[in-house]
C-alpha cells in the first residue's frame, strides 16, 4: 500500500510549484479587488451602486473561472 502512495503523490517540479503559488495568488488579488469594488465606497469608481455591484460580482466570478481552469490545466 505504500507503493501506491508514493507512485501517487510525485513532488512536483520548482516551475509548477511557483505557478501554483503565482496562480492562487492571482485569485486571491482578482477576488479581493472584486469584494473592494462591491463594498469599498471609498474607490474612486464613478459609478452607480448598482453597476458597482454587477462589475464585482462579475470579478468574483472571473476569479473563480481562472481559479478552476488553472487546476484542471495542470
Not at 19 to 41: D, E, N, S
Not at 42 to 54: I, V
Amino acid at each position: 500500500m505504500d507503493n501506491y502512495n508514493s507512485n501517487d503523490s510525485q513532488k512536483k517540479s520548482l516551475k509548477e510549484r511557483f505557478l501554483l503559488v503565482i496562480g492562487i495568488l492571482f485569485f486571491l488579488l482578482y477576488l479581493a479587488f472584486g469584494l473592494a469594488v462591491i463594498f469599498w465606497k471609498g474607490l474612486p469608481l464613478a459609478m452607480p451602486d448598482g453597476y458597482r455591484m454587477a462589475f464585482g460580482i462579475i470579478i468574483i466570478i472571473y476569479a473563480f473561472l481562472r481559479f478552476i481552469r488553472f487546476f484542471q490545466k495542470s
